[in-house]
């Protein structure tokens, strides 16, 4: 059966959803489900995604969304399609940017306004210590003492995933839940389920719907879900292929060393077309860097 609505999983997807200035009640909406009411957003601006360290040495970081709420909070928003080493420590890294750019020129006290980077994650951790946590969705992190105290409270990691979420529709409890549930389930959608009743859901799904976009529109988003098929195919396959791998551990060594190259190779060639067709559609190096894992080097080799 033909999609009705985009992929919220792929960039053009998630950008036209949540990253335009028209969306901005979406965005509103569903940062507010995630934050304690305390903290409730009434306005966003949007900032810069492409920002640039300090010096032209400095590495440069994309994010997916940026934006600043009214008391000068600053927000990042990213889809993260597959596992990607070092993931938690590009997170941190991230964070590093909206901090540093608060600095003011001449005497400064140092006074900080909140930061939260929330990850929206395709796929799961797999360093958790406890039953529990394996199959949670939302992870909320802060910096804490070795009593499990607050420490500082303005630097907060929020993590939502996704295949951890399995809730039906007559389950739905919070605002959050209803997100989720439409984040994880738009694009097998071919109407619009009862529970989604109000205004901004409303205008999730008309936004949402291919019908409305143009031609150009159109071919940006099969490019982008292109992209994000022949990358799920990749990691898909490395899952597949490792659990295989698992079951050959009996055969003589050099020939499970010999079937793993292949496999790997296999793997990295795969990733090196998802770069390609990513630079075709005039994605930047860093992006694709993001995309596929694969190094600056390889990438411009390409």
Same mark, same amino acid.
């Given at each position: 059966m033909k999609a009705k609505y985009v992929n919220p999983f792929t960039d053009f997807g998630f950008k036209k959803i949540f990253g335009e200035e028209a969306s901005k009640p979406l965005l509103i909406d569903f940062l507010n489900a995630l934050l304690p009411p305390e903290d409730k957003i009434y306005q966003l601006n949007f900032r810069n995604t492409e920002q640039t360290g300090l010096s032209e040495y400095d590495r440069r970081a994309i994010f997916d969304i940026y934006c600043e709420n009214e008391k000068g909070e600053k927000f990042i928003v990213e889809l993260q399609k597959a596992k990607q080493n070092f993931f938690k420590d590009r997170t941190i890294y991230y964070a590093t940017f909206p901090i540093r750019e608060q600095a003011e020129k001449g005497e400064w006290n140092y006074e900080l306004k909140s930061v939260y980077c929330i &990850?929206?994650?395709? %796929? $799961? %951790?797999d360093d958790y210590e406890t039953e529990p946590e394996k199959h949670e969705v939302l992870h909320t992190i802060k910096l804490k003492n070795q009593h499990g105290k607050v420490f500082y409270d303005k630097l907060t990691f929020i993590y939502l995933e996704m295949p951890n979420f399995k809730l039906a529709e007559q389950e739905l409890a919070s605002r959050l839940d209803k997100w989720l549930y439409f984040i994880k389930n738009l694009e097998d959608f071919q109407q619009i389920p009862s529970i989604f009743s109000d205004e901004v859901f409303n205008q999730a799904f008309e936004k949402a719907e291919l019908a409305k976009l143009g031609q150009s529109e159109m071919d940006k988003y099969e490019s982008s879900l292109k992209i994000y098929r022949d990358l799920k195919g990749v990691m898909d396959t490395a899952f597949d292929e490792g659990k295989l791998e698992g079951k050959l551990? &009996?055969?003589? +060594?050099? #020939?499970? +060393? &010999?079937l793993a190259e292949g496999k790997l190779e296999g793997i990295v060639e795969a990733l090196k077309t998802t770069a390609r067709n990513a630079k075709q559609m &005039?994605?930047? $190096?860093? +992006?694709?860097? #993001?995309? $596929?894992?694969l190094s600056n080097q390889e990438i411009e080799k390409l």
């Open positions: &990850g929206i994650l395709d %796929f $799961t %951790f551990e &009996g055969l003589v +060594e050099g #020939k499970l +060393e &010999g &005039g994605l930047s $190096t860093e +992006e694709i860097v #993001k995309l $596929t894992g």
